[in-house]
């Protein structure tokens, strides 16, 4: 499956969008760490699993992509709450936008034309934001 790379970076846009929500309704930058906190590199990969699960839905419109969510999760055996909990930490520990570069590293790695459409818009337009910061 090819991945679209307009919904690529508009999958990144939306995940910086719920990290943004996420630290401003916490009430402060005090969170306890969760019991079964996810290392940064899982998430990561966690992240770009998802982010190509969600392009899915362009393919196959009338799948249900939440079961697809629970797979991708039970593939790397994390639970949900988990996810969900290690998610929050890092949000609040504003630790969330390296993470999401990672994940985005990760979906280049796994898509070499990615990698090269990411590389042609800069000699393009010179410098290109990044997705996530």
Same mark, same amino acid.
């Given at each position: 499956?090819? !991945?679209?790379?307009?919904?690529?970076?508009?999958?990144?846009?939306?995940?910086?969008? @719920?990290?943004?929500? =996420?630290?401003?309704?916490?009430?402060?930058?005090? !969170?306890?760490?969760p019991k079964n906190l996810i290392d940064?590199?899982?998430?990561?990969? @966690?992240?770009?699993? =998802?982010?190509i699960n969600d392009q899915a839905i362009f393919v196959y419109p009338d799948k249900n992509m939440e079961a697809g969510t629970r797979a991708v999760l039970k593939s790397h055996k994390v639970k949900p709450d988990d996810f969900v909990d290690s998610f929050k930490y890092y949000v609040i520990k504003e630790e969330m936008d390296g993470i999401a570069n990672d994940a985005q590293e990760i979906l280049l790695k796994k898509d070499p034309k990615a990698d090269k459409y990411?590389?042609?818009?800069?000699?393009?337009?010179?410098?290109?934001?990044?997705?996530?910061?």
């Amino acid at each position: 499956m090819e !991945i679209n790379h307009q919904q690529i970076m508009k999958l990144m846009k939306k995940l910086l969008f @719920i990290f943004v929500l =996420l630290g401003l309704f916490s009430c402060d930058g005090y !969170i306890d760490k969760p019991k079964n906190l996810i290392d940064k590199g899982m998430m990561a990969e @966690i992240i770009a699993d =998802l982010a190509i699960n969600d392009q899915a839905i362009f393919v196959y419109p009338d799948k249900n992509m939440e079961a697809g969510t629970r797979a991708v999760l039970k593939s790397h055996k994390v639970k949900p709450d988990d996810f969900v909990d290690s998610f929050k930490y890092y949000v609040i520990k504003e630790e969330m936008d390296g993470i999401a570069n990672d994940a985005q590293e990760i979906l280049l790695k796994k898509d070499p034309k990615a990698d090269k459409y990411v590389k042609d818009k800069l000699k393009q337009n010179g410098a290109v934001m990044p997705i996530v910061r």
